[in-house]
């Protein structure tokens, strides 16, 4: 009411009515809560790591030394583990988030169809994304045993022979690779059926009539359809797959040698097993911008695709 | 040639039947509507014309082809949609332009039939914006677009003004009704909307349960409705029922509550057949006057006005005569009044019988 009173000319600011005033301060007492709890749980423990990453500080060794940039910069041009535990957490993104992406595109294109029943085929959809990872790890490492594995076992029964899966190193990042387009495929598909369900049934019935086949409906109804779908499974699944820990942890604990170890699992062992805080929150940072630089270039990617719809 | 042949067909969902063996015949070039209300079946049946539904029994042809087991894309019909469905993520002259692209015509082909349909339709404008920039009205030029660049052998349309606004709506039965005159395809259209059904019309197909009540021109169906259920489906307001027997062996008709209505000469043969049946008496409500001025056809009936809504151009008033209730529109300069008596008239070459029973109507020659 205050505010219609006041706004008489164009250039004058709308002032806020006594209820709106109150009301803007209950949402700031809302928020109030929240917003500590982030504080406590998300800025300290980031703005910490900032701040051991400049200092030597080692709980094998006395001592907690400022060095400034000394452990970034031993990181990048010194560090050859560093190196290759960062490509090989390139190549699991390359290799795996499109991997994850055809498979749980397929997964969940067949848990669209008209099935009579339907709970079978969502269960078989969500398990994989309900079992812990490590789970899922133990029992790919288990498929992959040389001795008793499922794999070795049909490699024999078509007549073809064992593999060292674990302990060859390019087998090794294979089957971890495996395992960990079965983990994330079910994620993958429950955002994309999320996004073919939206999908008007009457677009597929024009198309149809237009005389597209179902191939074709595919191609220019479904794919771009479910573009704005794809793009934010894999952002997440991209850095998720920057993150990769677990399934190779549990797997291989990255070896044979360092052929399956990621930079999640380096800072990792730098931290714990080496107990170097210093060098493992610095090594964190740099994970850190890796992410962020991945996520900026797919919002970015969305934001130019949403302009121009 | 391009007539819709109709034979027999049957659409069940397991022991359920939903149309009853129906057989219909649509000329080359006429514009037929189905309509009815919910769940009468005249959307399934039009899609069962498109192929998006399969048929159980019977046979479907278009042209000189049978149809039964050929999907949509083989039978050469277009279709606008109640939702339109529009492809959203191409452009205005894309969505025109894709059944050609599919059919792999030339570029310069494509250009010049989108270019064409887009000026029929004034939508030469729109053709670089996507669906989600243009208004309900536009969508609905462009839905027609899409269906006219292909010049199919049927256009079909599933209730397509039903998304629309009142005002928009009749402009839209304008400009489908001078499309149709220009380029003169067979047309069938499916609407629940009365209005609509007898202003577009060639032929009116009225639905009801999955059978088809009665098929004729506009105003043999508002005139010589052939069922109860056509003619309280026709008109707006539509025609009124009252409960009758007919009296001094077909010379009058008596309403429920004493009131006789004289016959004319020409329908009382007709009448004396039914002489001692309950039937059922039907008037449009414009066959109903006030103040009538004495004449041979007219029978002057003494009603109770109880309520009045004035349209403007006309009043509708809800009467009271003997025990029953009926609808009559005016002029407004009648001096309808709520609450006051009127002295009314029954235009008596116009009133129709029904069957209780059956509903079906009761119609002597010349009728």
């Known amino acids: ?309 | 040639m391009s007539d819709v042949v109709l034979t027999k067909v049957v659409k069940a969902y397991g022991a359920t039947a939903v149309i009853h063996g129906v057989d219909l015949h649509i000329k080359s070039g006429e514009f037929c509507v189905f309509v009815g209300p919910s769940g009468c079946g005249k959307s399934t049946l039009l899609r069962m014309i498109a192929g998006l539904e399969g048929i159980t029994d019977g046979e479907i042809r278009i042209g000189d082809k049978v149809v039964n087991d050929l999907p949509p894309r083989e039978r050469d019909i277009a279709m606008v949609f109640q939702d339109y469905a529009l492809y959203p993520h191409k452009t205005v002259f894309e969505n025109m332009a894709f059944g050609l692209r599919l059919r792999k015509r030339p570029e310069n082909e494509i250009q010049q039939r989108v270019k064409e349909a887009a000026a029929i339709l004034r939508i030469e404008h729109l053709l670089d914006r996507k669906p989600g920039q243009l208004s309900g009205g536009q969508r609905q030029r462009v839905a027609m677009g899409r269906a006219i660049v292909r010049n199919p052998k049927a256009f079909l349309f599933d209730e397509p003004l039903s998304n629309l606004d009142a005002l928009l709506r009749s402009e839209m039965r304008v400009e489908i009704n001078k499309l149709h005159k220009r380029l003169k395809n067979t047309v069938i259209y499916v609407t629940h909307d009365q209005v609509e059904a007898m202003t577009l019309a060639d032929k009116i197909v009225v639905l009801s349960a999955g059978h088809i009540i009665q098929v004729g021109p506009p105003d043999e169906i508002y005139n010589r409705p052939a069922h109860k259920f056509v003619a309280g489906f026709t008109g707006s307001p539509p025609m009124n029922f009252l409960d009758c027997t007919i009296a001094d062996g077909g010379g009058a008709i008596e309403l429920a509550g004493g009131v006789k209505l004289a016959v004319p000469e020409a329908r009382r043969a007709t009448c004396a057949a039914q002489a001692g049946k309950k039937l059922t008496f039907g008037i449009r409500p414009e066959n109903v006057l006030a103040n009538p001025a004495p004449a041979a056809d007219v029978a002057a009936v003494a009603a109770q006005v109880q309520l009045t809504e004035p349209l403007g151009a006309e009043t509708l008033g809800l009467l009271r005569v003997g025990d029953g209730e009926l609808t009559g529109r005016f002029s407004p300069e009648a001096g309808l009044r709520a609450g006051a008596p009127l002295a009314a008239g029954f235009e008596m070459r116009k009133f129709h019988l029904f069957d209780p029973e059956s509903g079906a109507a009761i119609r002597g020659a010349g009728w």
């Open chain 1, 1 to 309: 009411m205050g505010a219609s009173v006041t706004a008489t000319t164009g250039a004058k600011r709308y002032k806020l009515s006594k209820l709106e005033k109150s009301e803007r301060l209950l949402g700031i007492a809302l928020l109030t809560p929240a917003a500590l709890l982030l504080l406590a749980v998300v800025v300290y423990p980031i703005v910490e790591l900032l701040i051991n990453s400049l200092y030597s500080y080692r709980l094998t060794r006395p001592g907690y030394r400022f060095i400034g940039l000394e452990n970034y910069a031993y990181a990048l041009f010194e560090d050859d583990r560093f190196w290759h535990a960062t490509l090989n957490t390139v190549i699991f993104a390359v290799v795996t988030v499109p991997g994850a992406l055809v498979v749980g595109l397929g997964l969940a294109l067949l848990a669209n169809q008209p099935f009579k029943v339907k709970w079978p085929v969502r269960l078989g959809l969500l398990l994989p994304w309900a079992l812990p990872l490590v789970f899922a790890g133990l029992i790919f490492r288990w498929f992959f045993e040389y001795r008793s594995g499922i794999v070795n076992a049909a490699f024999e029964f078509v007549g073809l022979p064992p593999q060292n899966w674990i302990t060859d190193p390019n087998l090794a990042f294979f089957a971890v690779c495996v395992a960990i387009v079965w983990k994330s495929s079910s994620f993958m598909a429950l955002i994309l059926l999320a996004g073919l369900q939206t999908i008007p049934k009457s677009l597929y019935e024009a198309a149809e009539v237009d005389g597209a086949s179902k191939f074709q409906q595919f191609v220019e109804i479904t794919l771009p359809m479910l573009k704005p779908a794809i793009v934010v499974a894999l952002i997440f699944r991209t850095i998720t797959a920057i993150q990769t820990f677990d399934i190779p942890y549990a797997m291989t604990n990255g070896g044979p040698g360092n052929a399956t170890e990621t930079m999640a699992m380096y800072i990792h062992k730098t931290t714990i097993d080496f107990l170097d805080l210093g060098y493992g929150s610095a090594l964190a940072a740099i994970m850190f911008v890796v992410s962020a630089i991945a996520t900026s270039v797919y919002l970015r990617h969305t934001r130019r695709d949403t302009g121009r719809n």
